[in-house]
């Protein structure tokens, strides 16, 4: 009887694990910051005349995705000029619940939010794009706390601006500054005290978020800071420090990009994949499978391939057992696959190309945005060629710039350019 009620509650765990990420995307890139989701019934072919709208919210311009949890949409609007707009919206009506705006001075020449907060069952953590970093209280719908990453890390403010999405582990949040005197910060994420600061990166501020991986047992939080393009004093490196301490774990310089966006892909406790359309002093693609390697304290990659044939410039690629699928956006800009030995699987130019839009892969499907009209494409990954079961389009915009990461839950899509924020049923009726 005891070992059916523990066999009971177990299955009860697991199910409420598995509900709450189908039904959920609190932050860049998903649950599990690899823009994948299962068990979660979607359409596997999509009618002629494409899935349904559910509705729509105008934002303003901006390239900051959305995350949502427990049945509200979280995302950064900006009021050109004068300040930061978090808002809440509703996942199934899409009316607006709730928002928290501060003043925020200033533009940059692609006007806009660039990050995706960061939500739990009580607060929202944002970083808007001068540096403002924020904790919210969701039934106060008021700061808790707030810090400047700027001002407080020193450095100049570039052409884009902070384009880093937080991630909380535990009790903390865990951003990237990149500043002068620290590359990786960790807060207490309830009191906004800080509670480990890593060294100054060997690179400079750019535009990519750290993401965490566990190799040899070790939680950590892994960054890549990009070197200035021939100025003979930065260099690049991937950078990991442990998740509780900031303890530096290792540092790789092979990758040669001197302006990474998309972050590294942990793929499992043995494999990193990187990727960049920035390498080695020229705006050419590469992308490298590692194979990490720890005996004790001391890390060892060995290279299983380097491509230098397709990279991705802005998000990260996808891994479906031995196979990676992402957009290629130099060269020849189309969407790849690539085997475990970095070979290509597809022909040459056989793809529609999607410029700089985002892959999100939900119940193992492909969803791809175009980046230049915003389209929406199904496609059923395979290595034996590109199979496309499904388009429709939500997007009127001349210059979309669909630049943004989407987000999945409870069934729907949410997609977004620079004039609105769409939300798509997905799911089987």
Not at 33 to 44: E, P, Q, Y
Not at 91 to 100: F, M, S
Not at 153 to 178: A, C, D, H, K, M
Not at 417 to 423: A, G, Q, Y
Request: aromatic share 10%; net charge negative; proline share 5%.
């Amino acid at each position: 009887m005891l070992n059916r009620l523990v066999l009971a509650l177990l299955t009860l765990v697991v199910f409420s694990c598995s509900q709450q990420k189908e039904n959920n995307w609190p932050q860049y890139l998903g649950p599990d910051r690899n823009a994948t989701i299962s068990d979660a019934g979607i359409l596997r072919q999509w009618p002629e005349s494409g899935p349904a709208k559910v509705w729509e919210f105008p934002l303003g311009p901006g390239y900051g995705g959305a995350a949502v949890f427990d049945g509200e949409v979280f995302v950064l609007d900006r009021i050109k000029g004068e300040s930061d707009v978090l808002r809440c919206i509703d996942l199934e009506t899409g009316a607006e619940k709730w928002n928290y705006s501060y003043e925020a001075k200033g533009e940059l020449p692609y006007p806009g939010s660039r990050a995706v907060p960061v939500v739990d069952e009580n607060y929202v953590w944002c970083v808007g794009p001068h540096g403002h970093f924020h904790c919210i209280d969701k039934k106060t719908q008021q700061a808790v706390w707030m810090q400047n990453l700027l001002s407080d890390y020193g450095g100049e403010l570039n052409t884009w601006g902070f384009s880093v999405s937080p991630i909380v582990s535990g009790n903390l949040v865990i951003v990237s500054p990149q500043g002068e005197t620290a590359g990786v910060v960790a807060y207490n994420k309830t009191s906004g005290e800080v509670v480990w600061e890593s060294r100054r990166l060997s690179g400079y501020r750019f535009h990519v978020s750290p993401v965490l991986g566990n190799y040899g047992g070790v939680e950590q939080v892994i960054m890549t800071s990009s070197c200035v393009k021939g100025d003979g004093f930065t260099t690049d490196e991937v950078v990991a420090f442990e998740v509780k301490t900031g303890k530096e774990l290792w540092s790789y310089k092979g990758f040669d990009s001197f302006a990474c966006i998309a972050p590294p892909v942990a793929v499992d406790d043995k494999h990193l994949l990187l990727t960049s359309c920035a390498y080695k002093d020229r705006y050419d693609p590469v992308t490298i499978l590692l194979e990490v390697n720890n005996d004790g304290e001391i890390y060892r990659f060995n290279e299983l391939f380097r491509n230098e044939e397709a990279g991705c410039k802005m998000h990260p690629p996808l891994v479906i057992g031995q196979h990676i699928y992402l957009n290629n956006n130099r060269r020849v800009n189309e969407m790849v696959c690539l085997n475990w030995q970095g070979e290509r699987c597809w022909p040459e130019k056989s793809t529609p190309g999607f410029e700089l839009g985002s892959i999100v892969m939900v119940d193992g499907m492909l969803i791809n945005q175009n980046g230049k009209n915003g389209d929406l494409h199904l496609i059923e990954p395979t290595p034996e060629g590109y199979k496309e079961v499904g388009k429709a389009s939500f997007f009127t915009a001349e210059k979309s710039q669909a630049w943004s990461p989407m987000a999945f839950a409870n069934g729907k899509l949410l997609a977004r350019d620079n004039e609105k924020l769409v939300c798509v049923e997905l799911k089987e009726s």
